[in-house]
């Protein structure tokens, strides 16, 4: 499977939702998540995402995120169209801890 990655806390961009073959990323108020049941590891929306949130779950280190995925794509809605990037993405883009800052 893929995995999104704290980066996209506070950005979610969306370009990966469009490519996705069979639709499976959820959405929370400031990231997204890829359930790890439904993803067929086709690897498009990895180059979409202009943060390089998503990464394959064969890197190194990535078991957190991975574990967030799974619990979270179980809980939130579906999201298959692209919206506008939030308010002040920019400002989160370079900032660190963004996981324990604002994840939700
Ligand atoms: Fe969807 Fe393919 Fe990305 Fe998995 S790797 S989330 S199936 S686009
Ligand atoms: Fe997030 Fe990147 Fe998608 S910022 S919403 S993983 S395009």
């Given at each position: 499977t893929y995995v999104v990655l704290d980066a996209c806390i506070k950005c979610k961009f969306t370009d990966c939702v469009e490519v996705c073959p069979v639709d499976c990323f959820y959405e929370g108020a400031?990231?997204?998540?890829?359930?790890?049941?439904?993803?067929?590891?086709?690897?498009?929306?990895?180059?979409e995402c202009p943060v390089d949130a998503i990464k394959p779950d064969t890197e190194p280190g990535l078991e957190k995120f991975l574990e967030v995925n799974r619990?979270?794509?179980?809980?939130?809605?579906?999201?298959?169209?692209?919206?506008?990037?939030?308010?002040?993405?920019?400002?989160?883009q370079q900032e660190a801890e963004k996981f324990e800052k604002y994840f939700s």
């Open positions: 400031n990231m997204l998540v890829i359930s790890p049941d439904e993803c067929i590891d086709c690897g498009v929306c990895e180059p619990e979270y794509a179980a809980l939130w809605p579906n999201i298959t169209v692209k919206k506008p990037p939030l308010p002040d993405y920019e400002k989160f």
